[in-house]
């Protein structure tokens, strides 16, 4: 990957149907980190992201919101650009695909896919997850009914539609996850052979149910349907390079994609169908796939409904983008599932990112004052420190390749630490004030040199996880972070004699958490859904027989008339506030289909609508005069 020419990567395109969440801020910086360090390389990058903006589940998202697709889409998409233009996001394009050019693009692969003979007309009739977008095949639902992926219910669609061959790729795809292993990390990648291993069925790639999607290509003449979103989606890729556009230069240079980074629910679309749909239109496949896991709020998944969703602006705002940068890359093992807690980002930026760097930083700025005027020199680090250096530049010397590259991000920040460690323990061991006192000056220099040099290498490896820091970290260090100081590190060339700028403490101590603790928008625990509401029969009764029981303070026994061919006998608290005689003739509320239960020995077989306060019982009666039986809705 090293010796590459360009670099192409991408980010999956966030669907527009809800704002940025931790999750999506995750993937970008991820991608971001990647890019920033290709460029650093000196490597000619090309960093794509977006939105995602078609299909069903866009569709319903505004019609609830009382807006036309466009509109809201015109919102959120808006709401990530900005996002990621606050978190200084390296992006080189932000793709839409309501962008024309997108269209355009769609339209020209499809029509591709239709001539080559890869698309057919026929019927989809089976189960759709809106919520994935996803078709669902009988075997992979979960109890007949749920999206295996997302757990929710998918729904029966039955619709004319036109079929992509997926089938026919299948040992295609086969070989090419077996051969090339495209697949990062690799453990991944043996659920996708296994899920082509099962068997390809052809994907439905239109739907004409909905309207909100790319037509299909004029040729085709056919107007009520729309592109199967992932279908639509998947080629932003290409599109955003001008492909199906008058100038195809970007796809001539920058493909095929060095790098698709994708969440783990997504890698099936981009490892199984993408590919496919490349190798009908005749295009190189994409170098690899990463998919990474799924960050959760202290140990639950995040929803709106439990109200812990992490907005990664307050995160940022609270603690610096560079430090939640570093948290989310250093956390967790890429791949894997990771858990978002204030405490543990603090415990990052106190004891990583403050004890580890920036007290190392601080610990030479002393020195060098207290002993040289500030000046450092590495005149006398290899006579010295021979052994120091050279186990941190053999810390760098496959780091990139080993971990970078691989995307195990938080195995290559671990690497870079163990260089810091190396630094904390030269002073320790060598303790520079006893070699000022012991007459070893040139010692003393050399290890304030050594630490400066061993922060340089640091600075550099860390410039694309932490840009700003890193490049104070070097502006003190006097130099300056870019292509030609990369290779000099890396050609094992030390730092010039410089003056060390004194700088407060980059990383200031966290006493306590400083997010603001969010209202809990938590729905009340007995919110019920509408269809459990409906279960519950209301209805209009008359009451024909009324009278007290005995021995009760509180019951009174009425038969009510609710339209039925039998009178109903109620039970009902009433007695303290009503006389018998008075209700009788009367109309009352019933929940009529309360299971019946005996009171005082007596069945009852309903209940009666009545609100209480401090003056009293009344019961709940229709405004008007209504026919027995009438429903309550
Ligand atoms: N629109 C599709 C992608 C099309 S790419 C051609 C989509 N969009 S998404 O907005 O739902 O998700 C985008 C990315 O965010 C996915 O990679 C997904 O894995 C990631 N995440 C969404 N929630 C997440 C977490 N809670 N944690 C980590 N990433 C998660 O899918």
């Known amino acids: 990957m090293s010796d590459c020419k360009t670099y192409y990567l991408t980010t999956p395109i966030y669907y527009v149907n809800d704002v940025p969440h931790i999750g999506h801020a995750y993937t970008t910086i991820i991608a971001d980190t990647i890019a920033r ?5 000196g490597i000619d990058t090309f960093f794509l992201t977006g939105t995602d903006e078609h299909g069903q589940k866009i569709e319903e998202a505004a019609r609830k919101r009382g807006k036309t697709p466009k509109e809201y889409a015109d919102e959120i998409s808006a709401k990530f650009k900005e996002l990621w233009d606050e978190f200084e996001i390296s992006y080189d394009k932000f793709i839409r695909t309501t962008d024309l050019e997108h269209i355009k693009g769609v339209q020209k692969a499809f029509l591709e896919m239709y001539k080559k003979g890869d698309i057919y007309k026929d019927y989809y009739e089976g189960h759709y997850c809106v919520s994935c977008e996803s078709f669902v095949a009988p075997s992979q639902l979960v109890n007949d009914e749920l999206c295996p992926d997302c757990g929710k219910p998918t729904r029966i669609i039955k619709e004319e539609s036109y079929f992509f061959k997926l089938s026919k790729y299948q040992d295609a795809i086969l070989k090419w996850l077996k051969e090339k292993k495209p697949i990062l990390p690799e453990s991944r990648a043996n659920e996708v052979i296994r899920f082509v291993e099962e068997g390809l069925k052809d994907l439905s790639i239109t739907r004409t149910s909905f309207e909100w999607g790319v037509k299909l290509p004029k040729e085709i003449n056919d107007p ?53 749909f490349l190798m009908s239109i005749g295009y190189e496949l994409p170098k690899k796939i990463a998919a990474h896991g799924w960050w959760t709020r202290d140990g639950e998944k995040m929803s709106k ?20 940068r570093y948290f989310m890359l250093r956390e967790v093992p890429f791949g894997a599932d990771g858990d978002f807690s204030e405490k543990a980002l603090i415990d990052r930026i106190n004891n990583d990112l403050g004890n580890d760097l920036g007290n190392l930083l601080n610990r030479i700025i002393g020195m060098a004052y207290k002993y040289f005027d500030g000046k450092v020199s590495s005149r006398d680090i290899e006579k010295y420190y021979a052994n120091e250096l050279s186990e941190a530049r053999e810390i760098i010397k496959d780091i990139e390749e080993k971990y970078l590259w691989k995307m195990q991000t938080h195995k290559y920040l671990e690497e870079l630490w163990k260089i810091l460690s190396i630094g904390n323990k030269a002073i320790d061991t ?14 003393a220099m050399a290890l304030i040199g050594l630490i400066a040099n061993l922060l340089a290498m640091v600075a550099v490896y860390l410039h694309a996880v932490m840009p700003k820091t890193t490049s104070t970290i070097a502006d003190t260090l006097g130099f300056e972070i870019n292509t030609e100081r990369f290779n000099a590190i890396n050609e094992g060339i030390l730092l010039n004699d410089f003056v060390i700028k004194k700088i407060p403490p980059l990383f200031p101590k966290i006493e ?17 859904t ?11 009764g008359e009451v024909i027989e009324a009278e007290e029981v005995k021995k009760s303070k509180k019951l009174l026994k009425l038969q009510v008339d609710l339209g039925e061919e039998r009178l109903r006998q109620i ?3 009433i007695k303290e506030y009503y006389k018998p005689e008075e209700l009788v003739g009367t109309q009352v509320c019933v929940v009529s289909n309360l299971k019946p239960a005996k009171l005082m020995g007596m069945m009852s077989e309903g209940m009666l609508l009545a609100a209480k306060d401090d003056s009293g019982l009344s019961l709940i009666r229709p405004e008007k005069k209504k026919k027995t039986g009438t429903p309550i809705k």
Do not use: Q
């Not at 992932?230 to 390079?241: G, I, K, M, S």
């Not at 306590?512 to 729905?523: I, N, R, T």
């Open 37 to 41: 360090y290709s460029r650093l390389k």
């Open 224 to 276: 009520k349907h729309v592109v199967y979103v992932w279908l639509d989606a998947l080629f932003n890729y290409l599109t955003a390079l001008g492909y199906g556009s008058e100038d195809e230069s970007l796809v001539k240079k920058y493909w095929p994609a060095k790098l698709h980074i994708v969440g783990k629910d997504i890698l099936k679309f981009h490892a199984v169908y993408w590919p496919a």
């Open 305 to 324: 409904s439990k109200g812990n969703v992490i907005n990664p602006k307050e995160v940022a705002d609270a603690y610096g983008i560079e430090n939640f």
């Open 430 to 443: 060598y303790k520079p004030w006893e070699l000022m006192k012991n007459g070893e000056e040139d010692k």
């Open 512 to 528: 306590k958490p400083l997010m603001k603790k969010e209202e809990v928008k938590k729905e009340p625990e007995n919110i019920i």
């Open 530 to 540: 509408i269809d459990e509401f409906f279960k519950v029969e209301l209805k209009v």
């Open 571 to 573: 039970i009902a608290g």
